[in-house]
């Protein structure tokens, strides 16, 4: 798994410690260096010694070595590689035995993540470069960290090489290699789609085997999410870290500066042992409900609404927040579960669906229900995929969600950005 089991966003100085401690020891999914790799003799690094701040440099073998163990995690298992982390003398693997700080690390993450954009071909989507200070001056450690990718395999722009991990090393890959990668993640993403075939056919089962009562109008939203990579974790039933959420939020919208609520618009309640997950339910005379968290990484959201032709009660329409409410909740709950199997690299997608018995009528955000946005057409809908990257792309995510929502039924929603509370 990689180096630690948290978004790289949130790792600490104690964390950091920990490497130290342990001592932690390469191996497939991490790698340590002690500074950017230099070939220029002892006391010449180009970045560690240079003679004033703007003369600090990543020459281009130092560059190669380290998007070498990049692409070679993205080819493998992903990883993090560790920058500014001394090893112990004569160890192979090795051991993590001290920091040894890399003066300005924020710069020199800020250069290697362009780098990398630059020099890896197709570009590392699940890339994520951090600087992390240990000093006051600004020295620190560097952490480049990908997931297995789904688009591999990687090569460097510079050399025309793709490496993959074997044990602790980082090795070029031969054309038989290469060719065995490419089916392996063919067949990787094959079974992505399989499994969102089987979601989409077990909702619309889920539809049908729900009486729909006469003289109402249905109304059904799915949102459903999948790990691109192999994740797997025993037991779901009763985990509280792993359930998936159903929780109010906020959105603001720039730079109107409105604020609008995010309300699910059902709950569940007792959670049950299912076929390697965990599912919960709702049932009533209006409202249909299941959630369920399965062992593979698989997580669903699916409600049926069923609303009176004569427009008491319930009317027919979709409110916005209900929407992006149980997207924001989905995808929250992916991030949870990649977290507790140690993986918080992985990436998962997202698919949306929204089923309609006629033509479904939108509500304005604050709007009262008979003034209507416009309308999405009877049937099936179904959104295009989104990735669920780390978290620090969530709001890109969020922003690209709502306005693939509001570009369907013809609303220009080009210039917000949306932006959700804490």
């Known amino acids: 798994m990689p180096m630690i089991a948290k978004a790289l966003a949130d790792v600490t100085r104690n964390d950091l410690s920990e490497l130290i401690l342990s001592p932690w020891i390469e191996d497939e999914q991490i790698d340590f260096k002690v500074t950017i790799p230099h070939r220029d003799g002892e006391g010449r690094d180009p970045w560690r010694n240079a003679a004033a701040p703007e003369a600090r440099r990543i020459k281009d073998y130092g560059r190669d070595q380290l998007l070498a163990t990049l692409a070679a995690f993205a080819n493998s298992y992903g990883g993090d590689l560790v920058v500014g982390v001394r090893e112990v003398a004569g160890t192979q693997p090795g051991a993590a035995e001290a920091f040894d700080p890399l003066p300005a690390c924020e710069d020199a993450a800020h250069r290697l993540a362009q780098a990398a954009m630059a020099c890896i071909e197709p570009p590392l989507t699940s890339l994520q470069v951090r600087g992390i200070p240990l000093e006051e001056d600004g020295s620190g450690v560097v952490i480049l960290r990908t997931s297995r990718s789904r688009m591999a395999p990687h090569r460097l722009t510079t050399n025309k090489e793709c490496y993959h991990r074997v044990r602790h090393e980082t090795l070029p890959m031969t054309m038989r290699q290469m060719q065995d990668l490419t089916f392996s993640v063919a067949r990787g993403l094959e079974a992505v789609e399989q499994r969102f075939a089987a979601a989409g056919r077990l909702f619309k089962e889920f539809s049908q085997a729900v009486n729909r009562p006469p003289e109402t109008h249905r109304l059904g939203l799915r949102a459903t999410v999948i790990p691109l990579n192999e994740l797997y ?92 409410a149980v997207a924001v909740n989905a995808v929250e709950s992916s991030d949870r579960f990649r977290t507790a199997a140690g993986a918080a690299a992985v990436e998962y997608a997202l698919e949306i669906e929204l089923i309609a018995s006629r033509a479904l009528p939108v509500m304005r955000f604050g709007n009262d229900p008979f003034d209507t946005a416009g309308q999405f057409s009877p049937g099936s809908i179904c959104f295009p995929r989104y990735v669920v990257g780390p978290r620090t792309t969530f709001q890109e995510t969020y922003t690209q969600l709502f306005r693939d929502f509001w570009h369907a039924i013809g609303v220009d929603a080009h210039e917000e950005q949306f932006l959700l509370d804490a």
């Not at 159903?246 to 299912?274: G, S």
């Not at 005379?285 to 032709?309: F, M, N, P, Q």
Request: one cysteine or more; glycine letters at 6%.
């Open 233 to 324: 974790i025993e037991r779901v039933h009763n985990v509280a870290a792993i359930q998936p959420s159903l929780r109010n939020a906020r959105l603001r919208l720039e730079p109107a500066d409105r604020d609008y609520a995010l309300m699910p618009p059902f709950n569940v309640h007792l959670w049950r042992p299912a076929l390697r997950g965990s599912e919960a339910y709702q049932q009533g005379d209006e409202s249909h409900a299941r959630l369920g968290v399965y062992c593979d990484g698989t997580i669903k959201y699916e409600w049926l609404c069923d609303s009176r032709l004569d427009r008491q009660g319930r009317p027919y329409l979709l409110y916005p927040g209900w929407y992006f």
